[in-house]
C-alpha cells in the first residue's frame, strides 16, 4: 500500500505542478501586455507554446522553464524606461535607477505561496481517490 501512496502522491505533485504552470503562463501574458512590453509577439509566442516542463530529479518532481533568453532580453534591452528615484538622507541627496522587471518576479515569487497551499492541503480523499483511478486506467492499459 506504501507504493501506491507514494505513487498517488507523486501524480498529485506533477499534475499540481502542470495546473501552475498554466496559471503562470497566463499571469505572465497578462503581465506583459498592461505593461506594454511586446516589441514583437516572440516572447508571448514562447509562453504559449508551453516552455514549462516537469520532471524528475530524484525522488522530487521539479517544475522548470525556458525562455530562450526572451525574458531577460525585454528586460534589459527592449525596454529601458528605468525609474529614478531620489531620497534625501543626513542632508545629502541619493539618486538610485531602477528597471520595470516586475513582469516576472512578481508572478513568480507571489504565485509560490498559493503553489505550497496547494501541495501541502490539497491532496484530499476526493483528489486520491480520483488519482487512484487514474493510476488503475494507465496499469490496465
Known amino acids: ?12 505533485i506533477k499534475t ?9 503562463s497566463e499571469l505572465f501574458i497578462g503581465s506583459i501586455k498592461r505593461k506594454r512590453l511586446i516589441n514583437s509577439e516572440d516572447l508571448i509566442e514562447t509562453i504559449q ?32 524606461k528605468i ?10 541627496k541619493f539618486t538610485k535607477k531602477r528597471k520595470n522587471t516586475s513582469w516576472y518576479t512578481r508572478n513568480v515569487y507571489g504565485s509560490q ?3 505550497i497551499g496547494r501541495l501541502m492541503w490539497g491532496l484530499s480523499d476526493i483528489e486520491m481517490d480520483r488519482l487512484k483511478k487514474i493510476l488503475k486506467k494507465d496499469t490496465t492499459r
Not at 507504493?3 to 507523486?10: G, L, P, R, V
Not at 514549462?52 to 533568453?69: D, M, P, T
Open 16 to 24: 499540481t505542478l502542470e495546473k501552475h504552470s498554466e496559471e503562470l
Open 49 to 80: 507554446g508551453n516552455p514549462w516542463k516537469v520532471h524528475k530529479r530524484g525522488e522530487a518532481q521539479i517544475l522548470s522553464v525556458e525562455f530562450a533568453n526572451y525574458g531577460r532580453f525585454i528586460e534589459i534591452n527592449q525596454k529601458k
Open 113 to 115: 505561496n498559493l503553489l
Open 83 to 92: 525609474k529614478t528615484e531620489s531620497t534625501k538622507a543626513n542632508g545629502k
Open 1 to 12: 500500500m506504501s507504493d501506491q501512496t507514494d505513487k498517488i502522491k507523486q501524480l498529485f
